[in-house]
Structure formats: C-alpha cells, structure tokens
C-alpha cells in the first residue's frame, strides 16, 4: 500500500514569512507524528496526535508553531514568521501501534 | 527522561564483511521498545528492526540481527554480508510501552560507509 506522503519536498521561503507543511500519512494509521530533523540538534519530536485525543504538543519550539490532524488523517504543521533557525527537514511518521512508526520522506525548509 | 546514545558518528566496512553498530540507553521503565532506522541520502527513514523488552530472543531480520542486552541497557545492530546499498546513517530509538508519550527518542546518528 501507499507509505506516508509529505509535500512539498522543498521549500524555500523568506524570513518572516508563513508556511505550511502537509503530511498524508498511511491510510488505517490512527497515531501521527511530526519530527524536526537538524544538523545541530539531530532528530526532535514536535507534536503527536493519537486519535481523537488531544495532541500532544510539547515538542514545539514555540508558539509559531502548530499542526492540525483533519478528519483523523491529514495533517498541517504551520510555522508562523519564519526565522533562519526554522531551517531543517521536517519528518512526518505514522503507525498503527506501538511496534514501528513509518516515515515520510520529509520536506527541507529553507529559511533565506 | 529517557536518553539515547550512539557513541560511534562514523563506521567503515568492506563489502560482504560484518559490522556492529552501538546504542545505549537510559531509562526507568521496564518495558519498552527499541529499534533501528536507516535513513540513505534520500533522507526516508526507513525501520530496520524492532525489539521488545520483555523478549529474551534477540531479533532478527534477514542479514541484519542485534544484539539485546537489558540488564546493560544496551542494543546493537550487526549487519552481515554488508552491501553497498547498506550505507546510511543508522539511528538508534526508544518508545516506552505504555501511557500518553508516544514519540521515539533518538540517538545522534553513525554514519556507516561500504566500501567495494
């Protein structure tokens, strides 16, 4: 079946600027997750949505950051006013239980 | 809080030949799982192995086996018969079995290179 799909692949935006990553993750997967990926600071957790239960946010760097899971499946994460340490891939991953979560391939953001 | 380290940034090893990768972890929970993720150049993450805590067997997947040692808190991976597809970074990662955390934590990354 189809694996987790993320997009754009790349981005690259101004500084200041709004963005907004998307994630379609595996279709029966109730759990989602977003990941920062960074030279600096290797793989972060961000923010996990499990069902119809509160997400968990309290990976997110700060309030320009936020995601939301429509309908269960889709998901957006929105960095607000963007600043050069905004730059990283970002990782989407989803899973049915707890024995593996699968990846997306990610979107690199670049902040000019 | 529960950490992850991989004490080795880059490793070598000749094609057809085995290598072992490191990974220790802290934690205070009993059960938990631990995995491998490989992530080649096109950056996708892709799941390698999985273990689980209470699971004496060590697993095994094709050429690539690890080694689960609870007690030492410790979990490497041996790949046999590397091949050149094998180069990677390699992460190490912990979930905890249960409750409202449900992200993995990973190590740092070891780069594996083959050579041919």
């Known amino acids: 079946g189809a694996g987790v799909s993320q997009s754009p692949s790349n981005k690259v935006t101004e500084k200041g600027k709004d963005v907004e990553l998307r994630c379609d993750p595996i279709?029966?997967?109730?759990?989602l997750y977003w990941y920062r990926q960074s030279l600096g600071q290797g793989l972060e957790f961000l923010i996990y949505f499990q069902g119809n239960s509160a997400p968990d946010k309290s990976g997110l760097p700060s309030d320009r950051f936020s995601a939301e899971r429509t309908g269960g499946s889709v998901s957006t994460l929105t960095i607000q006013r963007t600043q050069q340490e905004d730059s990283a891939v970002y990782l989407c991953a989803s899973s049915s239980d707890r024995s593996g979560q699968y990846f997306g391939p990610g979107t690199r953001l670049t902040v000019t | 809080a529960q950490t992850v380290t991989q004490s080795q940034p880059e490793m070598s090893v000749q094609e057809a030949e085995t290598v072992t990768l490191s990974c220790t972890y802290d934690?205070?929970?009993?059960?938990?799982?631990l995995f491998w993720y490989k992530q080649p150049p096109s950056r996708q993450m892709i799941l390698v192995i999985r273990?689980?805590?209470?699971?004496?067997q060590n697993a095994t997947e094709n050429r690539f086996s690890v080694n689960f040692q609870k007690a030492a808190k410790s979990f490497s991976l041996k790949i046999s018969d590397s091949q050149l597809g094998d180069a990677a970074m390699y992460f190490c990662?912990?979930?905890?079995?249960?409750?409202?955390?449900?992200?993995?934590?990973f190590g740092k990354g070891t780069k594996l290179s083959v050579k041919p």
């Open positions: 279709s029966g997967h109730t759990a």
């Open positions: 273990q689980e805590a209470y699971k004496q």
């Open positions: 934690t205070s929970e009993s059960d938990y799982y």
């Open positions: 990662a912990y979930l905890g079995y249960g409750g409202s955390q449900g992200n993995l934590i």
